[in-house]
């Protein structure tokens, strides 16, 4: 474990000062990940992948339990496949890798590394499918994507490949389509807002954001703390647009042959990102209790004397503590002090630390340190299993408090684009609330002069968080902020990783 | 689900007449796999996908209680990393998949997709080792390997891309090393065994068949129906082969650098093959129950008017099982009969069958039937948790006895090389136990003369499956089975997938 910790430990730069050098440490310090040379490619370290485990863990009975299953899709595919549909192929062609040879031979059809598998799947769905019997069909796949990445990468966030589950399904009409994209929306949303803590906008994307090849797109944006939006997970409906290129056709109950209707959606290892950055602090990661890998660290405090003894005690706790559920360790280690455990753990974002010496054994206490305001708690060991419970809980509802703060802090209602630019360039930038004409011209110039574009149409502007005025403050947007046309479409605009 | 079924159903050869067929055939009308349009690539169906994730469940759960963890690892590996280990490499060269470009750029290194992930994990093993603390060092990923295949493949046989888990170890001594290798091969031997229920015989591979990069290589080895053995696991001390190379080194408890002892060892979903060929019959798969993602189906038996009742009495019973932890489902589908419903979950090899119709409700029973040799038992429905975990102990122990007496049936021991041709040629194939005197040249000449290579050098002679004979036999297998050389190297020869 020496390793694990840099010799020079701690951060050196606070989170609000240079927040991107602050990511890379927390990554590097907490062990999360390590690049390779092949640029854009990282290693996920055990501490970082039990993260990941425990995300798929979590979604993973979600899905199973709403009648999805899970299956095996081969890594490669041929470039044949991939222009069956051509808007779609086009949306990737830049980012896609080739394989051209194997060995020394070289091969007579070049295949793509999976950049997402419709195409490869679809072929297969017509052998799948023949009647009305044989709908819904959803199928989900725990795998990686492969897209090269040309700009700057970051780990878990723009990486040249990176883990993800693709869903996809198959209806016998739109209406089933329509709900299962809603369905899984709302599965991600949970997840993300209950359990990752992490506030979020939902909504549609434009139709030049949309993925390519989809009807629509539905997504839910997160806000990151240096003002840039983060897509958190989306659902897509692509109606017929695959159905009718790979012929993939259905015998109705009246005997006759339709084509499905379908839909595709994923998250990635991005929520781990989008962890690490909304909740951590100047000491490292904070992680929310249902995906720590550790949710309780025990730090036993003892003399050479004692040591046996205070051990002892320490291990019983956790015995204790596992019993009930949570994942526990005790750190026993004799050549740190409590002092270096503590900011070790505090590092890689344990929600909750105990600490427990000769004192504590004789007055049957234990002291409760939260992680994330470091409040300490001195409480009689009978009642551990109560005051746990209780300090996850406000853990729990303090860090979404804070994101969701954040959030509205960072989400303002423009007029005119003048507003909107000063916001960008002269705030933090943000989520910029404003009415667009629906035109993609006037999106495509906005982004052009501001760098900032559509993240989403929100299915409800009532949720929008944001803090000043209510509903009735969009009363005043009926024009759009960039050619001023009347509309009544509201769209968040921001800048985006 | 109606398209899961050919409607031809039923498998149209017998395993005995035409294996390699019967084999694809069992794959395609069980639902298993389809094969894609690029060579050797296969896509893995929910049902055969979900014997993947049992079999990962099962042995993930061993690995983390003996003290490994779980990472990620890139796909692509830089060809400089892979020539660090040169003999390493060119034992991969010929099947390794080459990305040359991404989008229309050219990439300045070439990229292998990971034919195993030996070289890139130990070029980062540097960063994460530094003191005796760290180690061992003991890491898991379950991912896959692509190895172009140039020859006939096979489902889950022989596949240009496959599923598998690699582990890798680094350890301050050789020691540590060995104990680690035989600690693994021990956990596959008790799950193929024990779980999976194929009987192996395990031991060393020749220098020749070793691990390109490896000391020596441990094996637990399998024999199919149509007489070819089967590499089922197999485990690998690296001695300091890597560690040199790539500079992986450790500072020992007096302070002195030292290189680490690795090791790295793997399962893939060859085990599903395995499981295929050696239960199935001519009715389709026969599922091992830990396995067996259904292990009871329940199949109620009504007409028109007594539909309602006969399914409610189905699904209670189903609840009652499934909240004692099996995998239980009712078929309710009113579109088949029961005599098509047999038929297709006999296919799918769910290991138990239940029937439950009007006169069952009436008097208070159930109808077992078993998978394997179709047994029916008629039993008082208040006896059915012991009644059920009784015949899944019988037909495991049937399952794993038949599987026995036809691996002893095709073990033989061989003094001389007519013999050995004779068993090969006019015989089914089967284990080949002979002397051989250690020289390559012997091995490289009965592998051109024969087809057989050695698939072990069994740890313990004495518990080779051989009936005839006993211990005593090998006494007189004193000279190589090749040049007459005297020697004591038992082997046990095979032609093999």
């Not at 090269?148 to 693709?166: C, D, G, V, Y």
């Not at 994209?181 to 209950?194: D, P, T």
């Not at 499905?260 to 781990?272: E, F, P, Y």
Request: aromatic share 12%.
């Amino acid at each position: 474990m020496s390793k694990n910790i840099n010799k020079e430990f701690g951060l050196t730069v606070k989170k609000n000062e240079n927040f991107s050098e602050w990511y890379s440490q927390v990554i590097e310090k907490a062990g999360l990940a390590d690049y390779i040379s092949a640029k854009g490619f990282i290693i996920v370290r055990p501490y970082g992948y039990a993260i990941w485990e425990l995300i798929k863990e979590y979604l993973d009975k979600k899905f199973k339990e709403t009648g999805h299953v899970n299956g095996f899709l081969p890594c490669l595919i041929p470039e044949g496949l991939l222009n069956k549909e051509e808007k779609h192929f086009r949306g990737f062609n830049p980012e896609v890798f080739w394989v051209t040879s194997s060995g020394d031979t070289p091969l007579a059809e070049r295949l793509a590394l999976r950049p997402t598998s419709e195409a490869l799947l679809y072929s297969i769905f017509p052998k799948w499918i023949s009647s009305y019997r044989d709908l819904p069909l959803r199928i989900n796949f725990w795998n990686t994507a492969l897209r090269a990445e040309i700009k700057s990468t970051k780990p878990f966030i723009r990486n040249s490949e990176f883990l993800w589950q693709e869903g996809h399904t198959a209806h016998i009409d739109n209406e089933g389509a329509k709900e299962q994209v809603i369905k899984i929306l709302s599965i991600y949303k949970q997840f993300i807002e209950n359990v990752l803590l992490i506030p979020t906008i939902s909504g549609f994307k434009s139709n030049k954001e949309k993925f390519v090849g989809a009807d629509y797109t539905t997504t839910l944006e997160g806000m990151m703390p240096d003002g840039k939006a983060l897509q958190l997970g989306t659902s897509h409906n692509l109606g017929r647009n695959f159905s009718q290129p790979f012929e993939i056709k259905f015998l109705n109950s009246n005997n006759k042959e339709e084509f499905v209707w379908q839909t595709s959606w994923g998250i990635s290892w991005r929520l781990i990102g989008a962890l690490i950055m909304v909740h951590g602090d100047d000491k490292g990661l904070i992680l929310p209790p249902v995906v720590a890998p550790i949710q309780i660290i025990i730090i036993p405090i003892y003399k050479d004397q004692n040591q046996e003894l205070v051990k002892k005690h320490a291990n019983s706790l956790k015995n204790q503590l596992s019993d009930l559920g949570y994942r526990v360790f005790v750190d026993e280690r004799d050549e740190f002090t409590a002092g270096w455990k503590y900011n070790e753990w505090e590092m890689k974002g344990v929600p909750i630390r105990i600490n427990i010496g000769q004192r504590d054994i004789e007055k049957n206490t234990i002291e409760i340190v939260r992680r994330d305001n470091r409040q300490k708690k001195l409480i009689p060991l009978n009642t551990v299993s109560a005051e746990i419970k209780e300090t996850f809980k406000m853990l729990e509802s303090d860090l979404y408090k804070n994101a969701l703060r954040f959030l509205q802090d960072m989400t303002h209602l423009v007029e005119n684009i003048n507003d909107f630019k000063l916001l960008l360039d002269k705030g933090r930038g943000g989520f910029l609330v404003t009415n667009w004409c629906g035109n993609e011209d006037c999106e495509e110039r906005i982004k052009e002069d501001t760098g900032a574009d559509i993240r989403v149409l929100p299915f409800d502007i009532h949720d929008l968080p944001i803090k000043i005025g209510n509903g009735a403050a969009f009363l005043t947007l009926r024009q759009c902020v960039y050619c001023r046309q009347e509309s009544n479409q509201i769209a968040v605009f921001a800048r985006a990783y």
